[in-house]
C-alpha cells in the first residue's frame, strides 16, 4: 500500500480525493490543508508521494514543490491544477514534478486519472531504486565468493568486482566500478582488450585469438588462457562467462568467473612428462592413467561448479520481494519471505514453514489445493483469494495470491513461485466509495 501525501486548501475535495483514492485499497491517503503544514510535518519525507493544489493562499504548488526538492528531491510530485493554466504546467515541469492533473469535469474519471498518474511516478520509483538495489546485491554476493568476478552493463562498465579479482589483478574495486573501455584488462595484459564476457556473440574463430578450448553451454561460454597475476607471475586459468538478465529477461550486462587452474595443469603436464620418461608396467602405467581421469574429473567438476555460480547469480536478480513464497515439489515445505511469514502470523525470519502449519492458518485449503494441483498437474491459472486466521492470533485476513510453475530442462515441473497479497482492507472500501458519491451529489446540487 503507497502512503499519499494529499495538500489542498479545499477541504471538501481533499475528503473526496482522499475517499476515491483510498478505495482501490492500495493507497493510504493523508491530507492537509496548506502547503507550511507539510513543510513543517515531520513525517513529509516519509510519503511514497505528494500530490498538491497549485492555486493555495501563501504558497502555491510551484513553491511547494520547489521546498520539497529542496529536502526530498526523490519523492515523486504531482501537480493537481485547474484547466487553462498551461503556463503553470511548464514551469511546474521544469521545477522537478514528476505528473500533472487538471481539474474539472468528471469526478471519478479525473480521480482515476490522478491515481494512475500516481502509480506511474511511485512505480518509476520504485524501478530505479530496484535496480540500484539489484546491482549493489549482486556485487555483493559476488563479493564473498571464492572466485574472480566481475560483472558489466551493456556499455562495458564495470558494475562488480569482488575481493577474489583484487588478490588475482592487484587492484582495488574502488578503481575499477564504473570504469569502461576495457580499462578492466589494463593490469593483467598491459593493453585494453576484451575479456569473454564482452565475446558472447562472437564467432568461435575471433575467441580462438585469446582463448583456448572453448566450450559453449547455452548461453554461456567456457575457455581457458594465460594471465599475468601480480607480482609478474604468470598463471593459467579457467573462465567462464555469461549475460545477466533482468525480471522481464531483457540482457542488462555480462558476467566472468576467473578461477586459476595453474595447479590443475601442473599436475597434468607432470603426468605427461613423467609417461615419457619413465617405462613402465602395465600396473604402473594403469595407474598413472587412473591419476589422470581423476585430475579431468576435477577439471570438469571445477566447470561444473563455475557454471552453476554464474546461474545462482543471474537467478539472484529475480528473487521474489515481500510477499512471495515458494514450494519446491516433494519437500513438504513452504519457503516464506519476511512479508509473507507475517501475513500468517510467524516470524519474519521463520524461513521453511511445513505445509501443516500453512494448511493450520487457511479457512478452506481444499480451495488452494485445487488451485495448486491445477496449476501443477494441467498448468492452470493460479490466481486464488481465500480467508486466513494468523498463527499470532491478530486479526483474520483475505489473501489474493498468484503464482507461477517453474520446468527444468527436461519439462519436468519442480518447483512454484507466488505472491500473496493482504486485500482485506479493499473489501471495506465499498461503503466509502458509496458514501463519497453522496457527497459528490450534494455538492454538484450546491
Not at 504531482?78 to 487538471?102: C, H, K, M, P, S
Not at 513464497?325 to 525470519?349: H, K, M
Not at 501443477?376 to 483474520?396: L, Q, T
Not at 513461485?417 to 482485506?424: F, N, P
Request: proline letters at 4%; charged letters at 30%.
Amino acid at each position: 500500500m503507497y502512503s499519499i501525501l494529499y495538500v489542498d486548501d479545499e477541504p471538501a475535495l481533499l475528503e473526496i480525493g482522499r475517499l476515491f483514492l483510498e478505495h482501490s485499497g492500495e493507497f493510504q491517503v493523508a491530507v492537509m490543508a496548506s502547503a507550511q503544514e507539510a513543510l513543517d510535518s515531520p513525517s513529509l519525507g516519509t510519503y511514497d508521494a505528494i500530490v498538491s493544489d497549485y492555486q493555495m493562499p501563501d504558497m502555491d504548488g510551484i513553491e511547494f514543490l520547489k521546498a520539497v526538492r529542496e529536502r526530498h528531491r526523490e519523492i515523486p510530485f504531482l501537480i493537481f491544477t485547474g484547466r487553462g493554466r498551461e503556463e503553470v504546467v511548464i514551469e511546474a515541469i521544469n521545477n522537478g514534478a514528476d505528473f500533472y492533473v487538471q481539474k474539472g469535469g468528471d469526478p471519478t474519471a479525473q480521480f482515476a486519472e490522478l491515481a494512475h498518474k500516481i502509480r506511474q511516478a511511485v512505480r518509476r520509483k520504485e524501478a530505479e531504486s530496484s535496480q540500484r538495489e539489484s546491482e549493489r546485491r549482486l556485487a555483493d554476493i559476488i563479493d564473498f565468493l571464492p572466485d574472480a568476478m566481475l560483472a558489466v552493463d551493456p556499455a562495458g562498465r564495470v558494475l562488480a568486482w569482488n575481493r577474489a579479482n583484487e588478490d588475482l589483478t592487484g587492484v582495488p574495486a574502488s578503481r575499477m566500478l564504473g570504469k569502461g573501455n576495457y580499462e578492466y584488462a589494463l593490469s593483467p595484459y598491459g593493453e585494453r582488450r576484451p575479456f569473454l564476457l564482452d565475446m558472447l556473440s562472437w564467432p568461435d574463430e575471433e575467441i580462438r585469438k585469446y582463448f583456448t578450448n572453448i566450450v559453449h553451454d547455452g548461453r554461456a561460454i567456457s575457455a581457458e588462457t594465460n594471465l599475468a597475476a601480480p607480482k609478474g607471475r604468470q598463471i593459467n586459468i579457467m573462465v567462464k562467462a555469461g549475460p545477466l538478465f533482468n525480471q522481464k529477461g531483457d540482457v542488462t550486462g555480462a558476467i566472468e568467473v576467473i578461477r586459476d587452474i595453474s595447479a590443475l595443469k601442473k599436475t597434468e603436464q607432470d603426468l605427461r612428462a613423467a609417461y615419457e620418461r619413465v617405462t613402465m608396467t602395465e600396473e604402473e602405467l594403469r595407474s598413472q592413467f587412473d591419476e589422470l581421469r581423476v585430475t579431468n574429473e576435477q577439471l570438469t567438476a571445477a566447470k561444473e561448479e563455475l557454471h552453476r555460480q554464474v546461474e545462482r547469480l543471474a537467478m539472484a536478480q529475480s528473487i521474489g520481494r515481500s510477499g512471495s513464497w515458494e514450494y519446491t515439489l516433494g519437500t513438504g515445505t513452504f519457503w516464506l519471505s519476511a512479508e509473507g511469514s507475517r501475513l500468517l502470523g510467524y516470524p519474519a525470519d521463520a524461513g521453511e514453514i511445513p505445509i501443516e502449519k500453512i494448511d493450520a492458518c487457511i479457512e478452506d485449503p481444499p480451495l488452494v489445493h485445487r488451485a495448486m494441483n491445477g496449476l501443477i498437474a494441467e498448468e492452470k491459472e493460479y490466481n486464488v483469494e481465500y480467508s486466513i486466521r494468523p498463527a499470532d492470533g491478530s486479526s483474520p485476513k483475505v489473501i489474493h495470491s498468484v503464482a507461477r510453475l517453474e520446468k527444468d530442462a527436461s519439462g519436468r515441473p519442480v518447483r512454484v513461485i507466488g505472491i500473496a497479497r493482504d486485500v482485506t482492507e479493499q473489501k471495506k472500501a465499498g461503503e466509502n466509495l458509496r458514501r463519497a458519491n453522496r457527497q459528490l451529489t450534494l455538492l454538484g446540487s450546491v
